[in-house]
């Protein structure tokens, strides 16, 4: 005897204009939830109730990585510019500094050379053990010997 296999047909769940505005605003947009509901008139307890639908993960996922997608465009399209206005500088400019500073940026494939931070250890006090200053009392002395505003 044959096996028959059905495959369910799965239904694409539904969701309202209101609640993919929802959650544009706040995975796209950044804004809070309560502030995206707020502006959509959308409930937060409704929001949170949807947000458990294994649809609604899969969509709010696919929205994250579309972000993350378009940001590395961006990021790719911007560091583009700034390598032309970089070369522009080099072979225009008549600043023999900024040409030299362009061609190290340039062979350096566009890397921002690390900041150097140093501290002065031989101006640090060197301070022992723990000390306390009493506050003046008020109405009395203070260190220097002024009378202190009750």
């Not at 937060?44 to 994250?64: F, G, H, T």
């Not at 690390?114 to 306390?132: F, I, L, N, W």
Request: one cysteine or more; hydrophobic letters at 40%; a positive charge.
């Amino acid at each position: 005897m044959s096996k028959i296999i059905t495959l369910a047909h799965q239904r694409p769940a539904r969701m309202s204009k209101k609640f993919r505005e929802v959650l544009r605003l706040h995975e796209i947009e950044g804004m809070s939830v309560t502030d995206a509901c707020a502006k959509v008139g959308y409930s937060r307890a409704a929001y949170y109730k949807a947000c458990k639908n294994s649809a609604v993960k899969d969509l709010i996922r696919d929205l994250r990585r579309e972000l993350v997608e378009s940001a590395d465009a961006k990021k790719a399209f911007l560091k583009f510019k700034a390598l032309e206005v970089a070369f522009e500088l080099m072979t225009t400019s008549k600043n023999e500094a900024i040409r030299a500073r362009m061609v190290e940026f340039l062979a350096a494939d566009a890397k921002v050379s690390p900041v150097s931070v140093h501290v002065d250890a031989s101006r640090v006090e060197q301070v022992v053990g723990y000390s306390y200053k009493r506050p003046p009392a008020l109405g009395g002395p203070d260190d220097d010997g002024e009378a202190v505003p009750t």
